[in-house]
């Protein structure tokens, strides 16, 4: 059976005469290289995309929270609403001033 002590020993992590280069040298060189080849065209169709979705999720807030209630609201004051019986009570005002 091997112990902890040579676990560490064997895999070169407890090692104290490691310099930081060396880490950091490794850790760099395992990482793949980075991919411009259509890197604007990739990230342009992610902007229009998330635009096109933030715009529709946007403009169903907008009907459903302030579009809807304002058009009911309309609806609700014309329901009953009189247009003579207003024009008549608008020109009886106006005569005492001519």
């Not at 992610?46 to 309309?74: E, H, L, T």
Request: charged share 20%; with cysteine; aromatic share 16%.
């Amino acid at each position: 059976q091997t112990t902890y002590a040579q676990l560490l020993s064997a895999t070169n992590l407890w090692c104290v005469n490691f310099d930081v280069f060396t880490v950091f040298f490794h850790l760099f060189s395992v990482m793949a290289p980075p991919v411009l080849r259509g890197f604007v065209q990739r990230h342009l169709r992610n902007a229009i995309a998330r635009s096109i979705a933030f715009g529709m999720v946007g403009g169903c807030i907008w009907k459903f929270g302030v579009a809807d209630p304002k058009r009911k609201q309309y609806e609700d004051f014309y329901k009953n609403y009189d247009a003579e019986k207003v024009a008549k009570e608008i020109e009886a005002e106006m005569e005492p001033l001519s």
